[in-house]
Nanobody, 115 residues
Framework: QVQLVESGGGLVQAGGSLRLSCAAS????????MGWYRQPPGNQRELVAI???????IYRDSVKGRFTISRDNAKNTVYLQMNSLNPEDTAVYYC?????????WGQGTQVTVSS
């Protein structure tokens, strides 16, 4: 059974930082494409960043230069370092794991940025 458990969300002032973590189990982590998505209030879920098994990375334009995705295969964990946060980053953030024939999601963690 695949489990993705996010942590690290919370309330932060504009300009602040947060680090999200997602601990994975039940998957071959080293070969999975791992990603972070978010769902702002009243909007659809959107891609934030993904990292491939080869450490290649893709970012949403609005977070480039502020967010960094990374992975630790020894700990089966993917991270999202978020700096220079602004109120538009307020959303529920979800961890995602993509393997051949299977997509898995975490339960989400709330990030709220106050102005």
């Amino acid at each position: 059974q695949v489990q993705l458990v996010e942590s690290g969300g919370g309330l932060v002032q504009a300009g602040g930082s947060l680090r999200l973590s997602c601990a994975a189990s039940g998957i071959i982590f080293s070969s999975a494409v791992m990603g972070w998505y978010r769902q702002p209030p009243g909007n659809q879920r959107e891609l934030v960043a993904i990292i491939g098994s080869d450490e290649s990375k893709i970012y949403r334009d609005s977070v480039k230069g502020r967010f960094t995705i990374s992975r630790d295969n020894a700990k089966n964990t993917v991270y999202l370092q978020m700096n220079s946060l602004n109120p538009e980053d307020t959303a529920v953030y979800y961890c995602n794991a993509a393997q051949p024939g299977r997509i898995s999601w975490g339960q989400g963690t709330q990030v709220t940025v106050s102005s």
